[in-house]
């Protein structure tokens, strides 16, 4: 091969043409020419993400960001996915960054199963990420507290903050001392179980009786248990109408012979008003009154003439009366 200008010219060229789709395919500009569905999705704000940005899925770049657009109070991020198999409708985007001073990107999470696949403009849901410069802003302002704190803790006011207490405990310190002889003391009386903490701690009447009363507690709700399904027993056997009290409350046949026996006794009373019959008679005729009147005066004569005759009158009345 002859090495003149044309050659040399056509090799540099080719490098050229080489170099730029290199650079073209790290920066995404063949995105444009791939074949992909386009999705949108609206944030309050976008930080630093740029056009060009790319769009990962669990770490794994299946587009870039195509435009970014202002849209009322939101901004609309167009995005160009080149793998759109996994993006499902409610997927949700946020824009994160890799590492303080990484490059920003756009995170899609996974969808359910059940929802549909993304078609092209369709609209996702995204979540916002706090601010890096919020929290910057928050990490400074504790940075100065925490400044201004060790500067206050000079070795004047950590004087002033812990001599009162110094003095406090110079002062108090026969005091002091017996208080925690006093509390070791006690201590030891608890390990031996003395007093009424130390039995309570040392002792196991105390968890004897508390168990036993659980237990019955138990056995008596287990009681009541059995009572409540007899009672529904008893009342589901009632509603079948079984046994005598389901007999009374489903059968008619009580009712029926109960309203007969109230309309004879009805019927009676009637009768007995209208004087029919010897107890109606007896109720509201009354010459029966009279005559058991007139009985009763004729009686009481007689026994007033039998007063007057005296024993042997009497006697001899009877025996006369006999033979």
């Given at each position: 091969m002859k090495n003149t200008l044309e050659t040399r010219l056509g090799i540099f060229f080719a490098l050229a043409l080489i170099a730029a789709f290199l650079i073209m395919e790290m920066l995404g500009s063949f995105d444009f020419f791939r074949r992909g569905v386009r999705i949108h999705a609206q944030f309050n704000t976008v930080q630093e993400l740029?056009?060009?940005?790319?769009?990962?899925?669990?770490?794994?770049?299946i587009g870039r960001v195509e435009k970014i657009d202002l849209k009322e109070t939101k901004v609309d991020v167009v995005m160009k996915l080149n793998k759109?198999?996994?993006?499902?409708?409610?997927?949700k985007a946020m824009i994160k960054f890799a590492g303080l001073m990484g490059q920003n990107f756009v995170s899609i999470s996974f969808g359910s199963a059940k929802a549909l696949k993304v078609e092209?403009?369709?609209?996702?849901?995204?979540?916002?990420?706090?601010?890096?410069?919020?929290?910057?802003?928050?990490?400074?302002?504790?940075?100065?507290?925490?400044?201004?704190?060790?500067?206050s803790l000079s070795g004047d006011s950590i004087q002033n903050l812990l001599g009162p207490f110094t003095d406090f405990l110079k002062e108090n310190s026969p005091r002091l001392t017996a208080i925690l002889s006093n509390m070791k003391t006690i201590s030891a009386q608890i390990a031996e179980g003395k007093g009424t903490v130390g039995r309570l701690i040392n002792e196991d009447t105390l968890y004897t009786s508390a168990l036993a009363a659980v237990t019955n507690l138990n056995n008596t709700a287990d009681d009541i248990k059995r009572a409540i399904a007899q009672a529904q027993t008893v009342v589901a056997e009632i509603n079948e109408g079984k046994g005598t009290?389901?007999?009374?409350?489903?059968?008619?046949?009580?009712?029926?012979?109960?309203?007969?026996?109230m309309t004879n006794l009805r019927e009676i009373f009637q009768k007995i008003n209208q004087g029919q019959g010897t107890v109606g008679k007896i109720v509201n005729d009354e010459s029966l009154y009279k005559n058991a009147k007139l009985s009763l005066q004729k009686l009481?004569?007689?026994?007033?003439?039998?007063?007057?005759q005296g024993p042997l009158s009497v006697l001899g009345i009877a025996v006369n009366s006999l033979f």
């Open positions: 740029k056009e060009g940005d790319p769009v990962k899925m669990a770490g794994v770049q759109p198999d996994n993006v499902r409708t409610d997927s092209n403009d369709s609209i996702i849901e995204s979540a916002e990420q706090p601010d890096l410069n919020a929290l910057m802003a928050k990490l400074e302002n504790v940075a100065t507290g925490v400044e201004n704190l060790t500067k009290l389901g007999k009374l409350a489903k059968d008619d046949t009580l009712y029926k012979e109960t309203t007969t026996a009481d004569k007689a026994t007033e003439g039998l007063e007057d």
